[in-house]
Each structure stands twice: as C-alpha cells, then as structure tokens.
C-alpha cells in the first residue's frame, strides 16, 4: 500500500491494475496509468483495445473486478458513482456532441454554467455579471465568439464539438477526458481543435482518445498505446511509431 501511496501522491490520476471482463472477455487486463497534474495524455490503439472501457471505469460507469483508480493522490474512484465522480473535477466529453441544439450557443453555456437551472430559467432568469464574464472566457477559448447567438444545432460539426468542450470547461473540471474529438471534423477543423486542446491544457488535465494519427502528432504529447486492454507501448509519437508491436498490431492495419 505504502507504494501505491507514494505512486500517486505526484500524480491526478493512477490506475493501479485495474482489469474489467465482460461474460468471460477481458476488456482491461491489470491495466497501469499514471497522469501527472497539468499533462495532456494521447489515448490509441486498436479496436477492442479497451480504450473505451477504462475511461468508463474512470467515470464510474463501469466498475472493474479488480484494480484502484486513484483521483488526487487520495480519492478512489472505484468506491463511487458517475454523479459524485463529476463532482470531484472530472469532465467527460463523448464522440457524438450532445448540446441543445435548439439554443443558442450563449444559452448552452448558461446551462452548463448553471447546473441545476431549467432552459426556461435561463431564458428568463437575469444572467449575473460574473455568468457574463465566464461565458465571454469561454466563447473566446473555444473560437466561438462570433456565433454567440446562433442555435447550436445550425452549428458545423466541428463546432458543436467546440461548443460541447466548453459547456464541459463551464463546470470547472480538473481532469477532461475526450473521446475522439476530430471524428467527422475537417482538416481545417481537425488542426483548430489540438490548438483548442492545447490551450485548455494550459490549465487542466487531459486524456485524448483518438485514432487520427496526424491529430495525435499535432498534440505533441506523451502517447499511450493500449492493446488487449493493457498498455503496450507509451511515449513520444515517434517512439511508439517506431515500436514493432504497435506497428503489428496497430499502425500496420
């Protein structure tokens, strides 16, 4: 325990052999990860590799049958469910945006400022200055400034992803997971969200899941390769590029 400890008194997430099954499929097998406070951390392998299932465990979505999950050096997050898990700081951002797209893109960050307030009280409610600061940050950090009053759903695909990310920052989380942000985007689009990313990382922590190989490189971070639901090679781009195994049973597809 005394090392598990010491493991993750520097860290903001660490998974400590975490493995999950599925009627007898092993979707996590004694998984590690370690997440300083502050990193962005690149996500990738396969299909079926088990990306998908460890951020579900991280988000309480999914509980494993064995194994930590260590929030903040202290908290594990293996003892509680999805709402309390959000609660602590941690975002979660899907592939398919989920924004009101009736809204417009003002008022969808006013939600998400909110939290417990209905669309109706945000139509009607009197938005307080502090609300309005907030959400001009946030227009700002997520290239949306100028559609402030559109409707979300008239948004580009890219931009409805850009307008997801920022009703995620409005809730103040210390760790974002994002799954597959440039999914469907253009390339124009695709280079504007690892600046978008970047820039958030000044500040919050962050794991990418992605499969768009010049996306992962234009992040320049630490990339962990997972396979078979362990990880099978971390590093730099270049270093896992160049890894035989992930060349076999990844990049060589």
Not at 175 to 192: N, R
């Amino acid at each position: 325990m005394s090392g598990r400890i010491g493991e993750a008194s520097d860290t903001i997430l660490y998974l400590n052999g975490v493995s999950v099954s599925f009627d007898g499929f092993r979707a996590l097998n004694n998984l590690s990860l370690v997440l300083a406070p502050g990193e962005m951390r690149a996500v990738i392998g396969p299909n079926g590799a088990g990306k998908t299932t460890m951020m579900d465990v991280i988000t309480g979505k999914t509980r494993p049958d064995s194994g930590e999950v260590i929030f903040r050096a202290d908290t594990d997050l293996t003892h509680l469910d999805e709402p309390a898990i959000a609660a602590l700081g941690i975002g979660r951002k899907f592939q398919k945006p989920t924004v009101f797209e009736p809204h417009s893109v003002h008022d969808n960050l006013l939600l998400a400022l909110a939290g417990s307030r209905t669309p109706r009280r945000v139509l009607f409610a009197r938005e307080t200055a502090a609300e309005r600061a907030r959400i001009e940050a946030l227009l700002d950090t997520i290239r949306l400034t100028e559609h402030r009053d559109r409707r979300a759903g008239d948004l580009s695909h890219g931009q409805k992803q850009w307008l997801e990310i920022g009703m995620l920052l409005a809730q103040e989380p210390d760790l974002l997971l994002v799954d597959e942000p440039v999914a469907g985007m253009t390339d124009a689009e695709t280079a504007e969200t690892a600046r978008l990313l970047r820039d958030i990382n000044r500040s919050k922590s962050v794991v990418v899941v992605e499969h768009d190989m010049d996306f992962v490189r234009a992040l320049d971070v630490k990339v962990t390769v997972l396979h078979e639901g362990s990880v099978l090679s971390e590093g730099s781009i270049d270093h896992v590029s160049r890894d035989p195994r992930v060349i076999e049973v990844y990049l060589g597809r």
